[in-house]
C-alpha cells in the first residue's frame, strides 16, 4: 500500500488586544468634627451599560489521522514486445442425419399343435331294395253331429 497524504485546512485562532474603557471609582473622604456622629461620604456608583461586541471564537479541534509512511523498495516493471503466432481455429459443422427409430410391439403368431380328436365316418355303399308305396285317394266319410235343445 502507498500511503496517501491528504492536507486539510484548519483554521487558526488568533488573539488581539482591545482596549475598553472602565469607569473608574473615585473615594474621597472628608473629615468632618462632629461631636457624636461620624459622617462618612459614600461615593457614587453609576452604572451605564454599553453593549459591547466581542468576537466569539470557537474552537474546534479536529483528529486527522496521519499515515506512517513507509518506504518500500518496489521493483520496476517493464514491457517487452514478443512476436508469438496464434494458430487461427477452423470450426467445420458436419451434419449427419440420423434415423429416427420408432419402438412398436408387433404380435407374434405362434403355432401350437394339439391333438385334436375327429370323428371318422365311414360310408359303406350297399344296394338297399325299398318297396315304394303307392297313394290312392279314398273318400273319407265326415259326420257331423249336430245337438239340438228342446225346450220343456
Do not use: C, L
Not at 404380435?107 to 365311414?122: A, D, F
Not at 359303406?124 to 273319407?140: M, Y
Amino acid at each position: 500500500d502507498v500511503p496517501v497524504q491528504k492536507q486539510v485546512q484548519v483554521p487558526m485562532a488568533s488573539r488581539q488586544q482591545k482596549f475598553v474603557d472602565i469607569p473608574q471609582v473615585e473615594i474621597v473622604d472628608k473629615f468632618v468634627d462632629v461631636p457624636v456622629q461620624k459622617q462618612v461620604h459614600v461615593p457614587m456608583i453609576t452604572k451605564v451599560q454599553k453593549v459591547v461586541e466581542v468576537p466569539q471564537v470557537e474552537i474546534v479541534d479536529q483528529h486527522v489521522h496521519v499515515p506512517v509512511q513507509k518506504h518500500v523498495q518496489v521493483p520496476m516493471v517493464t514491457k517487452v514486445q514478443k512476436m508469438v503466432d496464434v494458430p487461427q481455429v477452423e470450426i467445420v459443422d458436419s451434419h449427419v442425419h440420423i434415423p429416427v427409430q420408432k419402438h412398436r410391439h408387433v404380435p407374434m403368431v405362434t403355432k401350437v399343435q394339439r391333438p385334436v380328436e375327429v370323428t371318422v365316418i365311414e360310408t359303406v355303399e350297399k344296394i338297399v331294395d325299398v318297396p315304394v308305396v303307392k297313394q290312392i285317394e279314398v273318400p273319407q266319410i265326415q259326420t257331423i253331429e249336430k245337438v239340438v235343445e228342446v225346450p220343456f
